[in-house]
């Protein structure tokens, strides 16, 4: 029997202000996302091979933020990654609407 094809995940990430054309290896506005898909990467998470990246960004526009949230959660993405504290709580007003299994995991600096 054939072995099927690997399924190719959808990660959404969404950033308060970081433009969308700037979350990307060797952004120099926000060197986070060099080191999240660089670590991607380097576990065997190729961005355009086994996941897409569908990024948001509220672009500094925080009145934007339940309108994008509502947008990302909609979607139903596989994995959201959320950039800051009011990102996530944002899109926590959405889950039990869209997805009531939908579980968010976080993650602090200590």
Do not use: W
Not at 6 to 14: E, F
Not at 21 to 42: A, C, N, W, Y
């Amino acid at each position: 029997m054939a072995q099927q094809p690997a399924k190719t995940k959808r990660v959404a990430t969404m950033h308060p202000t970081t433009k969308v054309e700037d979350q990307r290896i060797g952004s120099s506005s926000d060197p986070g996302f060099t080191v999240f898909l660089e670590e991607m990467k380097r576990r065997g998470d190729v961005e355009g091979v086994n996941f897409v990246l569908e990024r948001y960004s509220a672009e500094a526009h925080y009145d934007r933020y339940p309108e994008i949230a509502h947008n990302i959660v909609a979607t139903r993405p596989d994995v959201i990654l959320a950039t800051s504290n009011h990102v996530t709580f944002a899109l926590l007003s959405f889950r039990n609407t869209h997805d009531p299994d939908c579980r968010f995991y976080e993650q602090c600096d200590a």
